[in-house]
DNA sequence: TGAAATAATTAGATAAGGCTAAATTTATAA
DNA sequence: TTATAAATTTAGCCTTATCTAATTATTTCA
């Protein structure tokens, strides 16, 4: 029907439509997808021949409604798969990513459902990103202020994490920052560097700019008055 | 490293070579992978080339020891994929097959490690074929007899029943015909149909002689005295 | 021992997904 | 508004896995 491949392709739109709300460019998408751009426009010809996409010649590409239910239930299987992997096989939260992003093409929808049962239908991935229901539902899912935004002195508790980068996560779990997690901001430094002293212990931890800008947060000094 | 189809090729050449204890002929090959045979004769060129078969023009082809414990790998994360999908999926055991014809070449090693730990590392899949090693042993699979070759009277126990026809499977299991079922040989018509009796109860069921010729067995009047 | 039949290989084509180099379009900025 | 820069697409080639048609080996059997 549709191979791995194209349906990288869309699940890559479908995130990066998300990250700029607007149009996906050729090169965006082929920095993402990490090939060269010729690659890109014409897998962009071939998914907009079969109408999953909707591309305009040197303006970019977009989902069409019949391309974003493939790209939302390749994330299911994605994040029901990161979630089983931690949950089920003793995976570490790091090191999921890659074995979910070769294995969310290959299971049926039976597995993936059957797993969502063994994991009593978790709303959210080991990284906090949610996961679409069965019916292909996002709606649920909350956005999230970026830690970055916050000021120094706020309570936050965190709500996503970035999932790719193994080393990344291992850092941060090392210092107690995972998804729900509450922390103080404790300094923000003019080049960007956010300081964290998460209230697990351990004491408090500097994150780059780059860092602080994707991690998801929810801020708990103003919704808790 | 190696694509998932020379993987299948390489498992297929593996179970045409123990069926027949010769080398595999390209006609074989060909029907058995439902390809054309110069598709067959080119992959082999591609296998041998790379050193994973032995493959004379004209001749046949078998695999070399570099290419035993490739296929031997991708049999150990098919048994135990179809293991686990019966045994913590709630899977039907007709229905494993196809599932795991396909992870088995997605998985990792680890995974496979991993979900063999979950089971207690199991011998047998649901159809009672032996399950490969971590270290891809299998001395332990005892080969069996034919349940075809045995004579009326005999008292025998299913050892292994063939995994690929799921109405088989159904119509094996709805008569009670699983692997570890002790039945015994009632009538064997002179066009070869096996009539078997479970222990289990239910009354007799009649085989065709194909699929008494592929069920494996394990005599019990003999070795129980 | 030679046909005739059968099995297998070679030749040449196709589709998918990728690349590099060249051409073209769009954006930027003087 | 025009020239340069940047982004994008076209053109053409490669590899993998497959096919059909034609050719060549090997068997079989009269
Ligand atoms: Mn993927
Ligand atoms: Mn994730
Ligand atoms: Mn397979
Ligand atoms: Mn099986």
Redesign the interface.
């Known amino acids: 029907m549709l191979s791995a491949i194209m349906e990288d392709y869309l699940k890559a739109i479908y995130y990066l439509q998300n990250e700029a709300d607007d149009r996906v460019r050729t090169s965006v998408l082929a920095e993402y997808m990490d090939v060269e751009q010729p690659t890109v426009t014409s897998m962009m010809k071939k998914l907009s021949e079969r109408d999953f996409v909707l591309y305009e010649p040197y303006r970019g590409v977009e989902l069409t409604d019949t391309g974003v239910p493939i790209a939302l239930e390749i994330i299911r299987h994605h994040r029901l798969l990161e979630r089983y ?1 931690t949950d ?4 570490d939260w790091a090191e999921v990513h890659d ?1 979910a992003d ?2 969310e ?4 929808s ?2 993936a459902d ?2 969502a049962e ?1 994991l009593g239908q978790p709303a959210v991935d080991p990284h906090g990103d949610p996961i679409p229901t069965a019916n292909l539902d996002v709606s649920g899912a909350k956005d999230g202020e970026r830690l970055a935004d916050h000021q120094v002195g706020d309570s936050v508790q965190i709500v996503r994490v970035p999932d790719t980068d193994p080393d990344l996560l291992r850092y941060l779990s090392k210092h107690g920052i995972l998804p729900g997690t509450v922390v103080d901001v404790v300094e923000i430094a003019p080049f960007g560097m956010v300081t964290l002293d998460p209230d697990s212990g351990d004491g408090p931890v500097a994150l780059p700019e780059e860092v602080a800008c994707s991690i998801s947060t929810q801020s708990l000094t103003q919704s808790s008055h």
């Open positions: 992997l089920h096989l003793e995976y074995e070769r294995l093409h290959h299971i049926s039976k597995f059957r797993i063994q």
